[in-house]
């Protein structure tokens, strides 16, 4: 028996041609390719410039979306004495990056470009080492986070120049306020937890206990 047609019409009945049937399966080809943009917008940026900042921004977006997930995996699997409160504060980041991928990628479309959006895109682009899928121990997760902001943050120096020299006002301001300044104090917030400051007994306690 042949396979039926999910989008074939449906029979036209006393009620006229009106169906209910939602139309399935439905593939076309892509109305944008990815790495272009639109060649004309009222944004008073030519083309050229555009296609350079979405460039960019789409490595820093990439990027970013790999620390969230670092963030969440960090969440999932931390372990130990401060379980609590890291498991709460990488929450807390996840949050806070997760809105950053949202800022980033619609600033990549305003501008005419295509934003990455799948996992296994942002695996190819992005230059955040890939951590293994089991558990590690604290410092280790929280050193895998800080090499990661540190890449973000160097390529946002280099972007907020960058567009400055462009004229892309707008991308100087997301490098800098929304993106250089978050990443900026989830270090501060990360970086704390690894100073080795005792938790009962004051250094000076020690020795003199010692002697
Ligand atoms: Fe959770």
């Not at 009945?13 to 009106?18: D, F, I, K, Q, S």
């Not at 991928?101 to 959006?117: H, K, M, N, Y």
């Amino acid at each position: 028996m042949a396979k039926k047609d999910p989008n074939a019409k449906a029979p036209t009945g006393e009620r006229g041609t009106v169906s209910a049937q939602p139309r399935l399966h439905q593939r076309a080809a892509e109305i944008q390719h990815y790495g272009t943009v639109s060649h004309m917008l009222p944004l008073d940026l030519e083309e050229p410039v555009r296609l350079e900042m979405t460039e960019q921004l789409n490595l820093l977006l990439a990027d970013t979306m790999t620390l969230r997930d670092l963030y969440k995996k960090s969440h999932w699997q931390v372990a130990g004495p401060t379980f609590y409160q890291l498991h709460l504060l990488f929450d807390k980041h996840y949050g806070e990056q997760s809105e950053i991928v949202d800022t980033i990628a619609e600033r990549i479309q305003l501008l005419g470009g295509v934003s990455i959006a799948m996992s296994a895109d942002v695996a190819e682009t992005t230059r955040i080492e890939r951590p293994p899928k089991g558990r590690e121990e604290v410092p280790v997760q929280i050193s895998r986070l800080l090499d990661a902001h540190q890449i973000i943050i160097s390529h946002c120096r280099e972007l907020a120049r960058r567009a400055d020299e462009l004229g892309d006002d707008g991308t100087n301001d997301l490098a800098v306020s929304d993106v250089l300044r978050a990443n900026e104090l989830q270090v501060w917030f990360l970086s704390e937890h690894l100073v080795d400051e005792p938790l009962v007994h004051a250094e000076d306690s020690r020795l003199r206990n010692a002697s």
